[in-house]
Nanobody, 128 residues
């Protein structure tokens, strides 16, 4: 079965950078799209970024455009989220998610119901 394991979270000062990793296993992921989501205490889970495993343009939430970059390393079966210029409001648990054979645009707009597989999350805390 599909397994997604996130890592790379931690505590960082505002303005700093972190790179999150999501190791994907259990399938050949060429027919999948991958997304990053986050959830802060007391808030709903929100979309951060998404990309097709096979490549193509990525999509981002407005709040992270220009600061975050999603990418895939096929050889390592890993999805990355490079986070630069971090702000305290970026603090949250970050989740990696996968959707098989994505159609339409809902997955790229971050509709959580599109994603059938989720990791356990990694905590990111940005201090001011």
């Amino acid at each position: 079965q599909v397994q997604l394991v996130e890592s790379g979270g931690g505590l960082v000062q505002a303005g700093g950078s972190l790179r999150l990793s999501c190791l994907a296993s259990g399938r050949t992921f060429s027919s999948y799209a991958m997304g990053w989501f986050r959830q802060a205490p007391g808030k709903e889970r929100e979309f951060v970024a998404a990309i097709r495993w096979s490549g193509g343009s990525a999509s981002y939430a407005d709040s992270v455009k220009g600061r975050f970059t999603i990418s895939i390393d096929n050889a390592k079966n890993t999805v990355y989220l490079q986070m630069n210029s971090l702000k305290p409001e970026d603090s949250a648990v970050y989740y990696c998610a996968a959707v098989w054979n994505p159609v339409g645009s809902a997955w790229s707009r971050g509709r959580t119901y599109e994603y059938g597989y989720w990791g356990q999350g990694t905590q990111v805390t940005v201090s001011s």
